[in-house]
C-alpha cells in the first residue's frame, strides 16, 4: 500500500476524534491537473492554543486496526473496514515533511491497539522520540495515550509530547463496561493520575525535565449510553478536580456502519454536544458546580433551545436583579448576556462612576439579555423578571436574514 493509500485511511480514521476540530469544506481538488490546491481530507487540522492560536496538525493514527471491541467505534476489532498501518518511519517522515513545506505546525497521534498496550505505546513513545532527539523536531506533538500501557513508557511520552490525553470515552462505569468491555475506568483514571502527578512535578520544579507542558484532555462520547447531562457533568467536575485536566471534548455519538445492538440506532442532537460546552464553560470560568447548573431542572438534561446560563437564570429569578455597581463578581458572572471579559471591565469601569445603561452598552453587546437581570443607576427591571413570557423575548425564534433588505 502506497503512503498516500495509507494516510487517506488512518487520516480519515482519525476524525472521530475530537480534541483538536477540523475545518470543514466540500471536497475540491486538482488531481485532474486543473487549479490549484485541495480541501481533501489528507489529515491535517486545526487546533485552538491556550492563547488563541490556531495551529495546523496532522492528524492521524499509526494505525486502524485494533483488537479491542469498543462497540461505539468505527475501528474495532469486528469493524469491517479498510485496515492500514503506518512504520514509525513514515509517521516521522511524513511529519518532517509536511513541516518543512510549512502544511502543519504539529502532529496529532492515536493509534488503535496492537499486538499489546506496551508494544503500541512504544511505537507512539518512538515516533514522538524521533521526531524530537533526531530531527530536532519543535512543533506541537500530541500523543493519544494508552491507559494499559506501562509508568515508564506513560513518562517517556510525557518527555516529548506537549500534550497527552487519554480517552474517558464514557461518564459511567456501567456504559463503559456495556461498550467497551475490555477497558476498566480504574485503569483509564489510573493512567490519568500518573499524568497528573508527572505534569505537576515537572511544573513545581523549573529544573525538572519536560513533562507534558500542554497538560492533559479528555474526550467523552455523548449519547452512545444512557447518561444524562447531569450525569456527564458531574463526571466532568470529578475530572477537572481530580486529574487537572486541560479540557474535556464532548463528541456526540455517530451511529456507524454495522453498529451493535447496544448502542442507539440515532444520534443525539448536535446541540447537546454544544450546550455541553457551553456548561463546562460554566463550570471553568463562571463558578458553577456541576450539581448547580441543571438544579430544578426537570429531566437531568440541558435545555436544547437555551443556552444553559440563560436557563439557570430563568429557573433561579429569585436571585436576581443583580445591581451591577454593587454586586460581587461571582455574581456578576451569573448574568446571562454578561461574559467573564465584560464583568472584568464593568468591576473596573465602576470604580470611577455609577454605571449606567449608555455604559453598558458601551461594554457588552449582551446588554438586550442582561436587561432583566440587572440593576444600573437609571434602570431597575422587577417588572420585567416577573413576566411569564421572559423566556420567550429572551429566545425570539430563528428567522433567515434577508441579504437585500
Ligand atoms: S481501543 Fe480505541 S481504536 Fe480500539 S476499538 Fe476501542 S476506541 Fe476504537
Known amino acids: 500500500m502506497t503512503t498516500d493509500a495509507k494516510l487517506e485511511i488512518l487520516a480519515d480514521a482519525a476524525k472521530y476524534d475530537v480534541s483538536c476540530a477540523s475545518s470543514g469544506a466540500t471536497t475540491r481538488d486538482s488531481r485532474d491537473g486543473k487549479g490549484l490546491g485541495s480541501t481533501n481530507g489528507r489529515g491535517i487540522c486545526h487546533s485552538y492554543t491556550p492563547d488563541g492560536r490556531c495551529v495546523s496538525l496532522l492528524k492521524i493514527l499509526l494505525t486502524n486496526f485494533c483488537q479491542y471491541d469498543c ?97 474517558i470515552e464514557l461518564p459511567t462505569e456501567d456504559g463503559l ?36 507542558p500542554a497538560g492533559q484532555s479528555t474526550q467523552l462520547i455523548v449519547g452512545a449510553d444512557g447518561a444524562d447531562d447531569g450525569a456527564i457533568l458531574g463526571t466532568v467536575a470529578g475530572l477537572y478536580a481530580g486529574y487537572r485536566l486541560k479540557r474535556v471534548y464532548y463528541s456526540a455519538f455517530s451511529p456507524i456502519p454495522e453498529a451493535s445492538q447496544a448502542l442507539p440506532a440515532k444520534a443525539p442532537p448536535l446541540q447537546r454536544e454544544h450546550r455541553l460546552y457551553q456548561a463546562d464553560w460554566l463550570m471553568r470560568f463562571y463558578g458553577f458546580a456541576a450539581e448547580e447548573i441543571l438544579a430544578g431542572a426537570p429531566d437531568g438534561m440541558l435545555d436544547l433551545a437555551v443556552d444553559p446560563k440563560l436557563a439557570w437564570a430563568l429557573r433561579h429569578r429569585d436571585r436576581f436583579p443583580v445591581d451591577v455597581n454593587r454586586a460581587e463578581r461571582g455574581l456578576l458572572l451569573r448574568v446571562p448576556g454578561l461574559g467573564a471579559r465584560t464583568v472584568d ?30 440593576v444600573t443607576a437609571d434602570h431597575c427591571p422587577t417588572r420585567l423578571l416577573d413576566r411569564a413570557d421572559l423566556r420567550a423575548r429572551l429566545t425570539p425564534p430563528p428567522k ?4 437585500f433588505a
Open 71 to 167: 462497540a461505539y467505534c468505527i475501528n474495532r476489532r469486528t469493524s469491517n473496514v479498510r485496515r492500514a498501518r503506518f512504520t514509525v518511519d513514515e509517521v516521522v517522515k511524513l511529519t518532517i515533511g509536511f513541516y518543512r513545506r510549512n502544511y502543519i505546525e504539529g502532529l496529532f497521534l492515536s493509534s488503535g491497539i496492537i499486538r499489546s498496550a506496551d508494544h503500541t505505546m512504544e511505537q507512539l513513545v518512538e515516533v514522538a522520540r524521533r521526531l524530537r532527539q533526531e530531527h530536532g523536531f519543535r512543533g506541537y506533538i500530541h500523543l493519544k495515550t494508552i491507559p494499559e500501557a506501562s509508568p515508564e513508557l506513560l513518562a517517556a511520552a510525557g518527555r516529548y509530547a506537549d500534550r497527552l490525553s487519554i480517552n
Open 177 to 212: 463496561t456495556r461498550l467497551a468491555p475490555e477497558k476498566r475506568s480504574r485503569t483509564i483514571r489510573g493512567a490519568m493520575g500518573r499524568l497528573r502527578l508527572g505534569i505537576d512535578e515537572a511544573e513545581a520544579e523549573p529544573k525538572a525535565p519536560r513533562f507534558s
Open 345 to 374: 471591565r464593568i468591576v473596573e469601569a465602576r470604580r470611577l462612576h455609577a454605571l449606567r445603561l449608555a455604559d453598558l452598552a458601551r461594554l457588552t453587546g449582551g446588554l438586550k439579555r442582561a436587561l432583566p437581570f440587572i
Open 400 to 403: 433567515q436574514l434577508s441579504l
